[in-house]
């Protein structure tokens, strides 16, 4: 992945990659880039911060759509608890959206502050607003419930992995 990239005229700098392993058996599923203003090790810091960042996927092979769809919505009752409820509608949304991914696949989840979240992928594209579904969405790879902690290290700008 790129050091930086400019997300509508701001530069961000990459804060560090991850691997996202699933299964017992460590299965590669995708490596994540997590882009900043500036660097941080700090998860929730970056999940709450109104600034604007980005995190690019690339899959290493191919995920269904109801397969993506369960992972986000398991990861955002996760990172969010109590206030999943005034989110549901939409990740609901997100999760309606998504595309089937395969291997080669890029996904794009870039906020900024006052416009929402803009995920998308070579097929298709949406924007959801709210700071507070930014925060969740972000607290999925950088909260306390990551889906695998090398993930939330790599992020984080230790090893990826």
């Not at 005229?9 to 997590?34: D, H, I, P, Q, S």
């Not at 990861?75 to 206030?83: D, L, V």
């Not at 889906?147 to 939330?152: E, R, T």
Request: aromatic residues 8%.
């Amino acid at each position: 992945m790129p050091d930086q990239v400019n997300f509508e005229g701001t530069k961000l700098v990459l804060n560090g990659m991850g691997l996202r392993e699933a299964t017992v058996f460590n299965v590669n599923v995708y490596v994540a880039g997590l882009y900043l203003l500036q660097r941080s090790t700090d998860g929730e810091k970056i999940a709450s911060a109104e600034e604007p960042k980005q995190m690019r996927i690339q899959f290493l092979r191919n995920v269904s759509k109801s397969d993506m769809a369960e992972a986000i919505q398991k990861g955002f009752e996760r990172a969010t608890g109590e206030s999943y409820g005034k989110l549901k509608a939409r990740v609901e949304r997100l999760m309606a959206a998504l595309p089937e991914f395969k291997t080669g696949d890029r996904f794009t989840i870039s906020y900024r502050p006052g416009n929402g979240v803009q995920l998308k992928s070579s097929t298709a594209s949406t924007t959801i607003e709210g700071a507070d579904f930014a925060r969740g969405l972000f607290l999925i790879w950088l909260g306390k419930h990551p889906p695998n902690s090398g993930l939330k290290k790599g992020l984080l700008g230790g090893e990826c992995g």
